[in-house]
Each structure stands twice: as structure tokens, then as C-alpha cells.
């Protein structure tokens, strides 16, 4: 099997694994956002008490949006016969897609999907079927249907329903790469209207895209079509066989792609990889502006586009080039905004707002965060940056607002909006640890270390391990038999390249660290014999290959029972020079905002100066990701409401904590319930230096952190990433027993962030010796 194929079965296996793990299956779930737990719960939220707002509903049909959930429901609509790059699979064979299509807008804007797949290819049906739907949603998203019957559809919906309709295939395309031209545009200095421009690709978003762009300025007499028997041109015989594509037959001599890229100022790609040539590049006009869009692979790449013509401004549909068109950039916050003011349509108006909205972002500075994230220091409006990137936080505020105020602008708003008001509730969304495992993985990219892993050969440290080295997160290291490692990957398709595999047996340092851990341990009861013995348990000679210097950091636990693995690194590497102890924390990832518990872990009953110590330690690990601690020390009672000596530990802790990092926001004791929830905080006690929601909760003890975190786990389905251990001498990082492939492969992420500052330390440990020496 050739690397190319391992590589795309080892995706194969990820993608599949990542479908069917937990529980549940697939990605999504409908979750209950009131309380239905007693009979009076139960008769409020069905019958006899739901009777009530249906009545109101009777009377007032859009009180539908105040006592039910159809405001923020989406319906994300397809009948898979466009599905990304794969075609007409149909319905049922798309649903993953369309499961996917709700996470992204529960992701990126907070709003609910339901994603409905029907199995027709009928236009009437499908019109008929989703006319009989608009009582149960807010918006209806079109999702991979084929054209022309997408256009048909889309028109048919927006004129005879009063929800929103918007196909994401045609428009998402058009108003993303439409924000890229006004600024392209802008830097070249060349005026909308006398822009000639290449369309390739006449399908769905290669005609919207026009359309879009004449909405811009473009002149329709400016632009050429190309589709797949070549330019559009009058006389071709095909005219009147799709009536979208006919008003861009033009007069003229162009028969081909090469013929109309000559003297072209612009080229807009939604075609197929590869069909754009250099020497048409060369053969374009000055400053030439290329979008090459198909995906996954563009008309042309980024550096064969720019070695063609140094002068052009490109764009594609990719992450790995600079300008990426990410359809992410729109549906979301276009949606969003048109909920919240209760639209009845997306119109043109609503497309331009948001496109001048991304247009207008990226000439803002752009925030460190964004620039970490996406591993650059220069991200600044130019060439290389005319539109936002997917994952930066302030397109939701700037794109919503501005489609909200376009909605109320051009009368289609049922709600009247404070624009300054609902910025400051779209910032009250952002989260900005939400982003917080991509943070480890691009500093980890950075300068990737060498990682041990004990359990080399069960099966998910190998799919962990491809993907770590694949992705150049770390160096992995594999312990076991060599042969009994490489038949595992075998088995698995894994491509081993990158992975260094040792068996301890016969590792050149087994009798070193023998010796070593014999002189460790020596006088605590281990004798030579004993030495050797336990150093062929894997735990321990991983730790002792930390200990040593030979790899930067361990990662195990996935088939191990916890202490198996602690315990050694403990009595191996134990608390870092000048610490008093070892904690662990987790994070965990709830209704998309990240949560740290701490200590779940190690102590089982900390004294007021270990707590701490614990707090100290846990807010270093989050403001080492740019993200402020805001620390609630929890207990059974508000800030002295009942004093013991329970209560009156959590006070001491604050005081220690306080007098060490004064500027710290930190506070308690306090229920959980009550830091949970700035509106009681304010209410009840004005005077807490917690404002906002904490994000990093500090137990008073083992039994009340992991049994916590263990419930909190199971109830609300959210995954914990730990537990992460803080104070250690040299990075020793745990994964549950029986963590899927995605926590290891963030635990290893972490695991290198941590070696990474963990050789910083030492560096300047050294800098400070040799100064004063």
C-alpha cells in the first residue's frame, strides 16, 4: 500500500471512528432546555399546561418565537444529489453531511439545526415538502442539490414562504469571495465596473457568484462563463437549454478557457483542480485577481499561480494558502442575524451587508489570538489577507450586526433591534477558550517534541500516534516489540514513518536506567534485583526515559489503571524544585464554553496552602493559552453564609492566593450554582470580584472534584481532555482508561506545550546560574 493510500485509509478509519464513537452515534442530539423532572414539570411542559401557549399562538402566531424554539431553529434541507465532491449519493448517504452542516451552526453561531433528507429529486416535492415545514422553523438552509432544480427550488420557497431561504451551495460562495474582490479590487486600484472577469464553473455557485458580483458593479458585458464544452458564447447552440446560464452567452470570438483568460483582470474558479494553466495566468492583466475555489484541490495552486505572476491577489478554497473562501465565514453569522430580528427572507441587501461586513474586518487589526491560531505574525490587510479568517471570533459580531441592520433597513425585519445592544449580546457569546485545543495543537506544530508512549501497541495509541506524526504534532515514541508494534500498524493500514519504536527489553539503556533508578530508590526499600524487575515495566521505563532526558514527556493511561501509571511517575520525576505538590486538572468542554476542574486528581484532602498551590498552578496552565482565569473556589456555602473548618479552608486559600497574585480574579467560598451564574452572583452578592462566568473551578477536595467532573461528564455528554498534570519536574500528561483516538491525540498536544515550556524553564534556569556564577 502506497503512502498516499495509508494516509487516505487512515482518514477513512479516524472519520468512521469519529461517527460511531460514544453513546451515541453520528454528531448531534436534541437536548432539553427546561426541566422535566417532576409531575409538575412534566404537566407544565405537556399537557394540561402546554395548552396555554398554544392558545397564544392561536391568537398571535409569532408568539411562536417566544415559547418555543422555532427562532433559533434551522432546517438544513438537502436530497444528496450535489454532495460536496462525491455527487448524487442521495438522501440517506448525505445525512452525515447535513449532521455536520448543524454543528457548524451550533458552533459558530449558537443556532439549532434539525437536518431533514428527502428522498426525491423532484423539485415540486421538494418545494412542497418544505412549505409544509415552515411552522416548525425560523430558516430553511438548501443544502447539495443539484442545479439547475436548486435555482428553481431556492426562488420558488423565497417567493411563497415568509421564513428565511438561502442555499448555501449558490450564495455562500458569492458573498464570501464577493467581500475578497472588494478588497482585492481596492488594492489593485482597479474600479468594480470595468473589471473583466473569467468565470469558470456554470453551475450553481459559478452563476450566483456572477450574479453576486454584478450586485457589486460588475458589468454583466464584462464577464465571461466557461463551463464544461467552454465559453459561453452566442451561436454555441445550447442557449435556451438552462435558463440561468442564458443571460451570460455573450457576443464574442472566446471559445475556450485559454481565449478568455487573455487580458482578464479577474478569474473566479468553481470548477474542477488543475484546469487553470500558468501561461493563461501569464496572459491575464496587470495585478491579476485569481480565485481558484474548487475544492479539495484548486484550478491552479497558490504557488504555481504566484511563480506565473508575482503581481496577482489569489484566493482559494484551502486553509494552507493565505485567503482562504470558507463558505464558515457566512451561513452562520448570515443566519444569525436574520433570526434575531425575525426576517422573512435573506435578500440581496442582507447578502451585501454581510460581504462588506468580512470586507470591512479585514482591514481591522487583527488580534494575537487569531494570529497564534493560525501560526502567523503578520497577519495584516494586503494581498496575502483581504478577508477575515473562519475561526476569527469578531466575524459573528461584525456579520450579524451588519444582516440584522440590513434586515430592519429594507423592511423585512418583524423585530425592531438596539444594533449597539445586540453587538454587546454577540460578544457575550464569544467564548475565548472555545478555541482552546487548537491553541495547543499549532504551538505544539511549532516546534514538536519527543513524546513517549508505553502502550505501543494497542491499537488506539497506533491510530493516535499516525495522526500525532501525520500532522507533525509531536515526535511520537512507542514502547514494545518491535515486530508485535510494526504488525499492529500493518493491520491497522498505519503508515509507521515518524515513529520511533523501543522495546525496553532490549533498549542500549535498560541497565543505565536500572542503575539509576536503583540509586533513586535505594533507600526506599528497592533492592537491585527489585530495580531491574519493575524497570521492564513499561510505565516505569517510560518515566525513567523522561527522567534521563531521552524524550521530552510521557503520555499513557489509555489501557492502564491510573495509579499504574501515576504512581511511577510520582516516585520517578515527582513535583518540579521549590514545589510543595502535584495536581491534576481537566477541561472540559460544556454547551461550547471550556471549564477547568481542579484538583480531580492527586490530593485527596488539601490543606488551605495546598488549595492554593492547586489554583496557583491551574491558572499558570491558563494564561500560558492566553485565556484570563476567572477562578471560583467552590464549597457548600456563599462566602462565610456557614463557617467550619471546611469553609474557613476555602477562605484561607482565597487570602493565600490573593496576597500571591493580587491582580488574579479569583474568589469564594461559594456554591457552585451561584459562580455558575453571574445574574444570581450580581443579585445576591454585588461585591464578588466574579463578574463573569468562571472558567476554571477549584474543589475543596479529591472526593468533590472527581465526582464532579464525573457527572458533569456524564449528564451533559461533554468530553474531558486530563487529567493535565501541573507541578510535575518533567511533563507526565494521563489519559483515561479507555480515551478515544481525539483525547490522546489533544493530550499529546498539551504534552508538547508543556515540554516545550518546560525546556524554556530550564534555559532560563541556566541563564540565571551562568549570570550569577
Known amino acids: 500500500m502506497s503512502d498516499i493510500s495509508k494516509q487516505k485509509e487512515a482518514l477513512k478509519r479516524a472519520a468512521l471512528e469519529y461517527h460511531e464513537s460514544g453513546e451515541r452515534r453520528g454528531k448531534i442530539e436534541v437536548v432539553s432546555t427546561k426541566p422535566c423532572l417532576t409531575q409538575r414539570d412534566l404537566s407544565l411542559a405537556y399537557t394540561p399546561g402546554v395548552a396555554a401557549p398554544c392558545l397564544e399562538i392561536e391568537k398571535n402566531p409569532e408568539d411562536a418565537v417566544r415559547y418555543t424554539a422555532r427562532g433559533n431553529l434551522v432546517a438544513v434541507v438537502s436530497n444528496g444529489t450535489a454532495v460536496l465532491g462525491l455527487g448524487n449519493i442521495g438522501a440517506l448517504a448525505g445525512k452525515p453531511v447535513m449532521e455536520g452542516k448543524g454543528v457548524l451552526f451550533k458552533r459558530f ?131 435556451d437549454k438552462n435558463a440561468y446560464k442564458l443571460k451570460f452567452f455573450r457576443e464574442t470570438e472566446c471559445r475556450d478557457l485559454a481565449d478568455a483568460m487573455k487580458g482578464a483582470d479577474a478569474f473566479c474558479g468553481v470548477s474542477f483542480a488543475g484546469l487553470l494553466k500558468p501561461e493563461m495566468v501569464k496572459s491575464m492583466g496587470e495585478q491579476p485577481i485569481i480565485f481558484a475555489m474548487a475544492n479539495p484541490d484548486p484550478e491552479i495552486t497558490y504557488p504555481d499561480a504566484v511563480e506565473a505572476r508575482p503581481d496577482c491577489i489569489m484566493a482559494t478554497g484551502r486553509s494552507d494558502y493565505p485567503n482562504q473562501v470558507n463558505n464558515v465565514l457566512g451561513f452562520p453569522f448570515i443566519f444569525r442575524g436574520a433570526l434575531d430580528v425575525q426576517a422573512t427572507a435573506i435578500n440581496e441587501e442582507m447578502k451585501l451587508a454581510a460581504a462588506h461586513a468580512l470586507a470591512a474586518l479585514a482591514k481591522e487589526d487583527v488580534p494575537e489570538t487569531v494570529m497564534r491560531a493560525y501560526e502567523a505574525d503578520d497577519l495584516a490587510f494586503g494581498p496575502e489577507y483581504i478577508i477575515p479568517k473562519p475561526f476569527d471570533p469578531r466575524v459573528l459580531v461584525w456579520e450579524a450586526a451588519a444582516v440584522a441592520k440590513a434586515a430592519m433597513e429594507t423592511g423585512v425585519a418583524r423585530k425592531e433591534i438596539d444594533l449597539d445592544e445586540y453587538r454587546e449580546e454577540l460578544r457575550e457569546k464569544l467564548d ?88 533513586l530508590r535505594q533507600r526506599k526499600g528497592v533492592t537491585e534485583e527489585q530495580a531491574k524487575s519493575e524497570m521492564r515495566e513499561i510505565s516505569v521505563f517510560g518515566a525513567m526515559m523522561v527522567r534521563q532526558g531521552h524524550v521530552d514527556g510521557f503520555v499513557g493511561g489509555v489501557s492502564m489503571d491510573y495509579g499504574r501509571i501515576l504512581r511511577p511517575a510520582l516516585k520517578i520525576i515527582g513535583p518540579r524544585a521549590g514545589g510543595k505538590l ?39 496552565e491558563l494564561e500560558r493559552l492566553h485565556i484570563t482565569p476567572r477562578i471560583a473556589m467552590l464549597s457548600f456555602s456563599n462566602f462565610g453564609s456557614v463557617r467550619c473548618p471546611a469553609t474557613d479552608k476555602v477562605a484561607r486559600a482565597v487570602d493565600l492566593i490573593k496576597r500571591e497574585r493580587p491582580y488574579l480574579l479569583v474568589d469564594g467560598p461559594v456554591q457552585a450554582d451561584v459562580a455558575l451564574s453571574p445574574q444570581l452572583m450580581k443579585e445576591h452578592f454585588p461585591f464578588s470580584d466574579l463578574r463573569d462566568r468562571p472558567n476554571l473551578l477549584i474543589f475543596p477536595s479529591l472526593d468533590a472534584g472527581n465526582i464532579s467532573l464525573r457527572l458533569v461528564e456524564m449528564f451533559s455528554h461533554g468530553q474531558a481532555i486530563g487529567p493535565i498534570m501541573m507541578g510535575m519536574d518533567k511533563p507526565v500528561h494521563l489519559v483515561v482508561q479507555g480515551s478515544d483516538i481525539n483525547a490522546i491525540v489533544n493530550m499529546a498536544a498539551i504534552a508538547c506545550v508543556d515540554a516545550q515550556n518546560e525546556a524554556k524553564r530550564r534555559e532560563s534556569l541556566e541563564t540565571a546560574l551562568n549570570y550569577h556564577t
Not at 438552509?141 to 426562488?155: R, T, V
Not at 502502550?455 to 504534532?473: D, F, H, M, N, P
Not at 508494534?485 to 522495546?503: K, M, S, W, Y
Not at 477541561?587 to 492554593?612: G, K, T, W, Y
Open 109 to 239: 453561531a449558537d443556532i439549532d439545526v434539525f437536518d431533514i433528507e428527502l428522498d426525491t429529486e423532484d423539485p415540486a416535492e421538494i418545494i412542497k415538502a418544505v412549505k409544509l415545514m415552515e411552522p416548525t422553523f425560523g430558516g430553511i438552509n438548501l443544502e447539495d442539490i443539484k442545479a439547475p432544480e436548486c435555482f428553481m427550488i431556492e426562488e420558488t420557497l423565497k417567493r411563497e414562504t415568509d421564513i428565511p431561504v438561502f442555499h448555501d451551495d449558490q450564495h455562500g460562495t458569492a458573498i464570501i469571495s464577493g467581500a475578497a474582490l472588494i478588497n482585492a479590487v481596492e488594492i489593485t486600484g482597479k474600479k468594480m465596473e470595468e473589471l473583466k472577469v473569467v468565470f469558470s464553473g456554470a453551475g450553481a455557485a459559478g452563476i450566483a457568484c456572477a450574479n453576486f458580483y454584478i450586485s457589486l458593479g460588475v458589468q454583466l458585458e464584462n464577464i465571461l462563463m466557461v463551463d464544461s464544452k467552454g465559453v459561453l458564447w452566442r451561436g454555441r447552440g445550447d442557449e
Open 432 to 519: 475565548e477558550s472555545r478555541e482552546t485545543m487548537r491553541k495547543f495543537q499549532v504551538l505544539a506544530k511549532r516546534n514538536p517534541k519527543r513524546l513517549v508512549f508505553p502502550e505501543g501497541t494497542y491499537s488506539k495509541i497506533v491510530l493516535a500516534t499516525s495522526e500525532i506524526a501525520r500532522e507533525g504534532i509531536a515526535k511520537p515514541v512507542l514502547l514494545g516489540k518491535r515486530e508485535e508494534v510494526l504488525a499492529r500498524f500493518e493491520e491497522l493500514h498505519q503508515d509507521p514513518t515518524g515513529i520511533e519504536i523501543i522495546d525496553p527489553l532490549n533498549s542500549e539503556h535498560f541497565d543505565d536506567y536500572v542503575k539509576a533508578y536503583y540509586k
Open 582 to 620: 502535584v495536581a491534576g486538572m481537566y477541561m472540559l468542554l460544556h454547551q461550547q464554553r471550556l471549564f477547568c476542574f481542579a484538583d480531580c486528581s492527586v490530593n485527596i484532602e488539601p490543606s488551605a496552602a495546598e488549595l492554593a498551590e492547586i489554583t496557583l498552578l491551574a491558572a499558570q
